[in-house]
């Protein structure tokens, strides 16, 4: 049976005109249930990444600007998001979620986290409405406890970063 990560939190309240689409957070888990693909049971709530986890990636530094909300306001520009103790939180559960669909996927074959995905994150700097590295948190996560001795990330989305092309 696939699992479905979701919390309210992943919508996120955002400035009047944001240009980020973050009803979709609240509307796929309606739609997935309304077409019949997924059934209430399958969903799970998520509880936050732990510091430990977020700091096998991230930056020290970064990830201490992020957690007291005094990240420069350049950096927040680049991220896309205004800096608030609710984001940091909602991003800490989408990372957890993350991780646990990715433990689900190796035993049961498939797990999505509806707002997963958040990988235009840098070790040093968040960019593209990305605070933290879901994939590649997770990804450590499995090759830490020896659950994968590699692991393929493709990225399908260019809809932060259209090509010119």
Known sequence: MIRVA??????????ENHRF???KYSLLPQQLLYEGTVEAPQFFKPAPLSESHILRTHDPDYWRQIKELTLPARAQRKIGFPLSQQLVERERIICQGTLDCSLHALEHG???NI???THHAFADRGEGFCILNDLVLASHSLLDQGLASRILIVDLDDSVFPSDD
């Open 6 to 15: 979701f919390a309210p939190i992943y919508h996120h309240p955002l400035p």
């Open 21 to 23: 689409p973050m009803a």
């Open 110 to 112: 498939c797990a999505l």
């Open 115 to 117: 707002a997963g995905g």
